[in-house]
């Protein structure tokens, strides 16, 4: 890998600020209709899309020691979207039942394209805030994931994912040959509970109850109590079903991108509930220039676990022997997944290729595929 120049600059920091372009994008949709309600999907499957092909991959790789002073520009995005998005769900409820004259079906578009925005944008933020050590961004974090009604992944996330990832105790690592669908009930079953567990073994080891106010789901609770009514105020129930919708689409495209990041992909099981370490190879990487913009690079996924401490803007790329790469960016990957037959012949052999170059040892591979591999006691 490259070595990238100092990233102090404003310049160097602007194109992670392309999240902004969704506003504007927005807001034409619901002043005009028609075809403009689709720009947001056409900016973001299409267009980064299409920058991924024209720019192509960054390889090199920042100086991880940057002090954190350095990062202001990178870091500045992510702490101005929580008003940025409250503006787009609330304001946009408000005007189409007051103010606009849109036909059902592109209200409908319209919603769906601002859970893109929330999911694919303000979902991707949160999940940088909450890995910061800083109060005020855990709760921007909170309250982003609350427009959502998905506050339950910060637990998850931290307590869960990051821990287990690569094993059967992880409901968002993908089995190899599950298909999107199946995966997505799986997870909407799961995570609730296991992410309740966390903070409740958790709790018991500081010794206070299940129900102790210390337990982070009262918060998530009243944030989540608090995001309901302010989509009953701006737009009557009206406003909360569509308020529902932008977030089932946001949680839908969250797991689309679970989903893919560590598709097929498990850590070699040491005998009784043990696995070894998180290695760069367990997670899918990416290294599409744009896409990367768009998305902070949470395409450079295999660092992102490898050392979840990392700011964004330093998280470092590998190469294929040394991580398995996605053959395009998340915006195409994305709707691939979309479709199962779609994504298996995609990308089924080449978790076969990642088998035989990492575990060469490994012959019988029917437990991992089925996820049927000892369960870690205290999280059956």
């Known amino acids: 890998m490259s070595t990238a120049r100092p990233l102090g600059s404003v310049i160097q920091a602007l194109p992670f600020w392309a999240s902004l372009g969704f506003v504007p994008l927005v807001w034409a949709g619901a002043a005009y209709g028609g075809w403009m309600v689709a720009l947001v999907p056409l900016y973001t499957f299409g267009l980064f899309s299409l920058l991924d092909a024209v720019t192509g991959l960054n390889t090199a790789n920042p100086d991880t020691e940057t002090p954190v002073q350095e990062l202001r520009w990178y870091r500045a995005i992510t702490l101005i979207w929580f008003p940025v998005q409250a503006f787009l769900i609330y304001g946009l409820i408000w005007y189409v039942t007051q103010r606009a004259t849109l036909a059902w079906w592109e209200v409908l578009i319209l919603f769906h394209a601002l859970g893109v925005v929330s999911g694919g944008i303000g979902i991707t933020y949160a999940h940088e805030l909450m890995h910061q050590k800083t109060r005020a961004e855990r709760w921007l974090g909170d309250l982003l994931l609350a427009t959502t009604l998905y506050s339950h992944f910060r637990s998850e996330h931290l307590r869960v994912h990051h821990l287990w990832v690569g094993t059967p105790a992880d409901h968002v690592t993908a089995r190899y040959n599950e298909g999107f669908w199946r995966y ?59 308020f529902l ?122 437990a991992y595929k089925a996820g049927t591999t000892p369960m870690p006691r205290g999280l059956r």
């Open 184 to 242: 997505f009930l799986r997870v909407l079953r799961g995570c609730p509970a296991s992410a309740w567990r966390s903070e409740v073994a958790m709790l018991a080891r500081a010794g206070k109850g299940p129900f102790d106010r210390a337990n982070p789901f009262w918060r998530y609770a009243g944030l989540q109590a608090l995001a309901l009514l302010a989509a009953v105020l701006a737009g009557g129930w009206l406003g909360l079903l569509l």
């Open 245 to 366: 919708f932008q977030a089932l689409t946001a949680i839908t495209l969250l797991e689309l991108t679970n989903y893919i990041e560590h598709y097929g992909l498990t850590r070699r099981h040491l005998g009784e509930g043990r696995y070894e370490p998180v290695r760069p190879h367990h997670s899918w990487n990416a290294s599409h220039r744009a896409s990367n913009w768009l998305l902070i690079n949470l395409q450079r996924h295999s660092d992102h676990h490898y050392k979840p401490d990392r700011r964004y803007p330093l998280l470092q790329t590998y190469a294929e022997a040394e991580a398995p790469q996605l053959p395009l960016g998340y915006p195409t990957m994305v709707a691939a997944a979309a479709i199962p037959p779609l994504w298996r012949r995609i990308m089924n052999p080449k978790v076969r290729a990642w088998r035989r170059h990492f575990y060469p040892d490994i012959e019988d591979w029917s």
